[in-house]
């Protein structure tokens, strides 16, 4: 192979593989001046995961670093063109984590994960035991002088956050404003200095949202990141991190790192309305039992896959679905559309079930199908007032509830998917497993790439 001359901005890893011998002589050279490592290939990537089966050792690179690759030699520059010596760390990924087992795809995989992962994420964050919050680090601030909270995030990322938005609120009664990281950057928010900005990616490295946090930190907010790649440069340049516990992400699709965000959120969110005193010890105890469920209610609810994978031959066929959901249900809404749209290629809306009648409802006829998120909850009422204006223009209703929501919904739904019974507040975790088996058979049966769909990629390292 010959020399490699690269700037380094997309691209923040990379990797050398050891063969016989010192293993660590690259990453333990004093000098990098052309050190010969016992390297046998050294690779190059945006994200360390897509090293995983490769390298022993990983390399993090700084922004506008460069750095000369041969085979067997590494040596990285700094932007003033000085060498620059960059930790070598040992490799978190193995070919172990990043086979598909006995399912056929990688999303497949990682949909069923989720009872586990969650499971994980939620000890990291809660004292089981005691049924209380237990976050694993002090917070650098007080909830009580935090005036606005902002949230920031892309995709599916941005989603979470749209549902953490409604827990903060509701639980800690502290305002919050949702951005997308490629608009918050540049619409010049007043922001308070003290107040917080959470920002929320699985990867760490989303160019937009690392930008919106160094925009911030200029501004003199505390920063909080939902990571869950605790070596990205989101996770580094935080005040706080918190580590979402999915494991790697290989699928495009965020699936499991979506639902662990949620349980790291609803966490923050308890924590922020115990310490504003909102939430009693009572109250905080009530809202932990309901997080401890939620494992045992996501496995729950992946036994309707089979019901889906059947529902999946007909939603291959339409050109055109719409998601409709209240409250908590909306931003899952709306994250159920992006997972169809970006695996399977149909296209789908998400809608806040009340706004149907300021335009969507146009689109209804006996050829959409209409995909409704509706718990029996606070809202549910308001949503069958929804449904009845889509039966009324001959849609077809695919309901998402619970038994006594199919029991309750007086429309005569195309399908029903009658998910586990569990109290409102933490839903979305649960009711987003039939939205991704649904993205998914749909994609299945369409033949599309599940994994890697067209036009995307895992980390989007530009702008
Ligand atoms: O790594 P991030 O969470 O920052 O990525 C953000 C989005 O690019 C990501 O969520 C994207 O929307 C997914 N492909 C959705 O499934």
Redesign the pocket.
Known sequence: MGEIDLRVRDCRHFGTRCGRGPTRRFAEAADYRGSESAGVATYLDSDAIALAPFPDTITYLEDDDWAVLTRKTSVIFNAQGAVAHREVVKSGGSSFLVKTANYRHFMAKEIHAQPEVVGHTLRRYVDVAAERIALPQRLPFDFNDIGRISIT???????AGYVAKYWFERLARVPVELDV?SEFRYREAPLRKGDLAIF???????A??LAALRYVKAQGLHTLSV???PTSA?ARESETMLQTLAGP?I?????K??TC?LMVLAALAVAAGKSRGELSDAEETRLVQRLIEIPRLMATALATEPQIEKLARDMAKCRNVVYLGRGTSFPLAL?GA??LK??SCVHAEGYAAGELKHGPIALIDETMPVVVIAPYDGVFEKTVSNMQEVAARGGNIILMTDAKGAREAIVDPLVTIVLPDMPATFTPMVYDIPMQLLAYHTAVVMGTNVDQ?RN?????TVE
């Open positions: 995030g892309c995709g599916s990322s941005s989603y990281a929320i990616s699985q990867s760490g490295e989303t937009d949202t990571v869950n790649v989101i992400q699928g495009v699709a965020s699936t790192a979506f965000q994250e992006l997972k970006e695996i769909p995307l990629a895992k980390a989007v």
